[in-house]
């Protein structure tokens, strides 16, 4: 069948999670400009897990923010299955990270007060909608966390309370799932058990997975690696052991 445009605009919609075209990003202005993200082309498909990385410097930070809308690009289009967007209001780009992308940071995030249950839920009560029991009681079950839904951040591990970071993030089952060195904080034991649980979110439940991290063993764990240089896409790996990540990070790092 002959796709026109507009259906095949439909068929990428459908077929990515999301797709970033000719996307610049540039800070200052005059001599001070720094040109970020420099004119980066690149689509994630449903159901994949990606990591990005790349030297100090070189624009993961920037991709991921503009990725997830927390940050706008100077230029170019950004588009989130079948919404772009490049052009929206703050308002309207809060309501799209919250109904729409899930977002796992190195810090936790958690709120001290809060139990294990209230935290996960916070965004789905953050947009004044009614909790889902079942839901709730699957993501927990998801992350391995169902008897300690009752307990406050205080009282888990860093593994743990990571755990809850990334059912937070599956509460709305969200397009986009953004991951800002998600094992950083976390010794080395705590953070093969996240990673193996954001690889099985995307296995599993089908869920998009974006990574910025600076370590080789944890991209190991993704189906592609993503690697950025000055702003610019520099390459990519399909499947690769943990070895040959690091070699590519440290071409990277001599040119």
Same mark, same amino acid.
């Given at each position: 069948?002959?796709?026109?445009? +507009?259906?095949?605009?439909?068929?990428?919609?459908?077929?990515?999670?999301?797709?970033?075209?000719s996307v610049s990003k540039v800070y200052g202005s005059g001599k001070n400009q720094v040109r970020a993200l420099d004119d980066v082309t690149a689509g994630f498909r449903r159901g994949t897990?990606?990591? @990005? $990385?790349? &030297? =100090?410097?070189?624009?993961?930070?920037?991709?991921?923010?503009?990725?997830?809308?927390?940050?706008? &690009?100077?230029?170019?289009?950004?588009?989130?299955?079948?919404?772009?967007?490049?052009?929206?209001?703050?308002?309207?780009?809060?309501?799209?990270?919250?109904?729409?992308?899930?977002?796992?940071? %190195?810090?936790?995030?958690?709120?001290?007060?809060?139990?294990?249950?209230?935290?996960?839920?916070? &965004?789905?009560?953050?947009? +004044? %909608? /009614?909790? !889902?029991? +079942?839901?709730?009681?699957?993501?927990?079950?998801?992350?391995?966390?169902?008897?300690?839904?009752?307990?406050? /951040?205080? %009282?888990?591990?860093?593994?743990?309370?990571?755990?809850?970071?990334?059912?937070?993030?599956?509460?709305?089952?969200?397009?986009?799932?953004?991951?800002?060195? &998600?094992?950083?904080?976390? !010794?080395?034991?705590?953070?093969?058990? @996240?990673?193996?649980?954001?690889?099985?979110? @995307?296995?599993?439940?089908?869920?998009?997975?974006?990574?910025?991290?600076?370590? /080789?063993?944890?991209?190991?764990?993704? !189906?592609?690696?993503?690697?950025?240089?000055?702003?610019?896409?520099?390459?990519?790996?399909?499947?690769?052991?943990? +070895?040959?990540?690091?070699?590519? $990070?440290?071409?990277?790092?001599? =040119?």
């Amino acid at each position: 069948m002959r796709l026109t445009s +507009e259906n095949t605009a439909a068929h990428e919609a459908q077929a990515y999670a999301v797709r970033l075209e000719s996307v610049s990003k540039v800070y200052g202005s005059g001599k001070n400009q720094v040109r970020a993200l420099d004119d980066v082309t690149a689509g994630f498909r449903r159901g994949t897990f990606t990591a @990005v $990385m790349g &030297p =100090s410097g070189s624009g993961k930070s920037t991709f991921l923010n503009c990725t997830a809308g927390l940050d706008r &690009p100077t230029s170019g289009r950004i588009m989130l299955g079948d919404v772009e967007l490049s052009g929206r209001s703050e308002t309207e780009l809060t309501e799209v990270r919250r109904d729409r992308i899930g977002f796992v940071f %190195q810090a936790y995030n958690l709120l001290a007060a809060l139990t294990v249950a209230d935290n996960v839920t916070l &965004p789905v009560r953050l947009a +004044e %909608q /009614p909790v !889902d029991p +079942e839901r709730l009681s699957s993501v927990l079950a998801a992350v391995g966390l169902s008897e300690h839904r009752d307990r406050r /951040p205080s %009282q888990l591990s860093g593994g743990q309370q990571q755990r809850v970071a990334i059912a937070r993030a599956l509460v709305n089952q969200p397009d986009l799932v953004c991951a800002d060195e &998600p094992t950083g904080a976390l !010794d080395s034991h705590n953070g093969r058990k @996240v990673l193996a649980l954001l690889r099985r979110i @995307v296995d599993d439940l089908g869920q998009t997975v974006l990574m910025v991290t600076h370590d /080789p063993v944890a991209a190991a764990q993704a !189906d592609t690696v993503m690697f950025l240089a000055d702003g610019r896409l520099a390459g990519e790996l399909t499947r690769p052991a943990a +070895e040959q990540i690091a070699e590519r $990070m440290t071409q990277l790092g001599r =040119s």
